[in-house]
């Protein structure tokens, strides 16, 4: 509940957009995100929700009104439960006051009987003045600063998840990202306001004020649009007032060696463009590393199970395994045992932070032989003869 959603910067549309400009930007996005288009594609899924959230809204002329006033719509209550001003809000300190009740109420218009009632007995203690007192305070403060609305606002971040293979993991690599990204407008530099000069705010009509009513009382507020003033800045005919605009954009990036799945890579500046020369937000890439067949990374570390020979393992050997460097030497020593590990120093992953590479870690897999003839088979039992101890004569003595 950090941040109100803003749904129109949602289907990238301006402010002003007439209902079928919201229906088509809905349905050009929800083409473009539905989860049928993209399966098992969970950023493609949250756009598809949030696309589907603010038209289900601003498709609403009702639903879309409230937004327009109080910044948010809410059916049953707010989400989370009180005022959604709680936090980073205009400093309301409403205490105990349930706002959700006041706007379902005022939602219901004046049939609302029972609420109504309820609302009323909830207020007996400041009565009807100093409720009005509040609210239109509450009003004239969102009118005032209306930072939402025409205040210069930092761009919202981004994030993308790019998937690499192993090798580039190791390696590192040349990303190339497609994003779609809210833009500065170029017509009017993200200002939004157009050459025409100021307009008479199509809210207020000008008065600079609007009526709201709650049940069966009516209030005059400062015009939330204007800010009480009844004039409106013409829009930018390019973005419509938003002074932005969706567009593609290519992000290159270098992914630095060793990076692993997890790592979240922040890019400064390429996150949504912000409004009134805020600066834009930042663009986060998290990356997604596929896994190899047989080597797995465990921390800076390379871990690698290696089949050996019963006679290796017993008399010992020098062995090649495979490494990321490619192959390296390991000195399999007598008597080596299935699952004993050895380290392979520096032949890990590369840390830029420590400047130090990981270490390959060797387990072994004792592989017996198979006794497929006649000869192997009787060499077999010869060994079996010849070493007749018990190797599980150890066990008897703990039960
Ligand atoms: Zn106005
Ligand atoms: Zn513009």
């Not at 929700?49 to 639903?63: H, P, R, T, W």
């Not at 590393?289 to 465990?298: A, I, K, L, T």
């Not at 400047?355 to 006649?374: C, L, S």
Request: hydrophobic letters at 30%; charged letters at 25%; one cysteine or more.
């Amino acid at each position: 509940m950090a941040q109100r959603k803003d749904y129109y910067e949602t289907l990238g549309i301006a402010r002003d957009a007439s209902a079928d400009d919201v229906r088509k930007a809905y349905r050009r996005l929800a083409r473009k995100y539905h989860p049928d288009l993209n399966p098992g594609d969970k950023a493609a899924e949250e756009k598809f929700k949030s696309v589907s959230e603010a038209n289900d809204i601003l498709g609403d002329d009702k639903k879309r009104k409230m937004y327009d006033q109080v910044g948010y719509y809410s059916e049953g209550g707010f989400p989370g439960g009180g005022n959604p001003y709680a936090q980073g809000g205009p400093g309301m300190g409403f205490g105990g006051f349930d706002f959700s009740d006041f706007l379902n109420q005022q939602q219901a218009g004046s049939g609302g009987g029972r609420r109504r009632q309820a609302n009323h007995e909830g207020f007996s203690g400041g009565g009807a003045g100093g409720f009005r007192d509040i609210f239109s305070q509450f009003f004239g403060q969102q009118g005032r600063g209306a930072p939402q609305q025409s205040g210069p606002e930092k761009g919202s971040d981004l994030e993308y998840t790019l998937t690499i293979d192993f090798w580039q993991s190791i390696k590192g690599t040349q990303a190339r990202i497609n994003i779609s990204r809210q833009d500065t407008c170029t017509t009017c530099n993200g200002t939004g306001t157009g050459s025409s000069g100021p307009i008479t705010c199509p809210e207020c009509n000008g008065s600079g004020n609007v009526t709201q009513t709650a049940g069966a009382m009516r209030f005059t507020l400062g015009c939330p649009r204007c800010g009480g003033t009844g004039k409106l800045q013409s829009a930018c005919p390019t973005c419509k007032g938003e002074g932005r605009l969706p567009r593609m954009d290519f992000v290159e990036t270098r992914i630095p060696p060793g990076v692993s799945t997890g790592t979240r890579m922040r890019i400064a500046g390429k996150g949504n463009a912000g409004t009134g020369g805020a600066p834009a937000g930042d663009l986060y890439i998290n990356i997604r590393v596929d896994e190899h067949p047989f080597f797995e990374r465990e921390g800076d570390n390379i871990e690698i199970i290696v089949p050996i020979t019963v006679p290796e393992a017993a008399l010992g050997a020098k062995i090649e395994v495979p490494t990321i460097d490619g192959r390296a030497l390991l000195k399999i020593p007598m008597g080596t045992q299935n699952g004993q590990k050895f380290r392979l120093r520096e032949k890990g992953v590369y840390n830029a932070r420590k400047e130090t590479r990981g270490d390959q870690i060797v387990q072994i897999a004792v592989q017996p032989p198979k006794a497929n003839d006649e000869r192997t088979r009787q060499l077999l039992r010869e060994l079996a003869e010849l070493h007749q101890e018990d190797p599980r004569a150890e066990m008897w003595t703990k039960v």
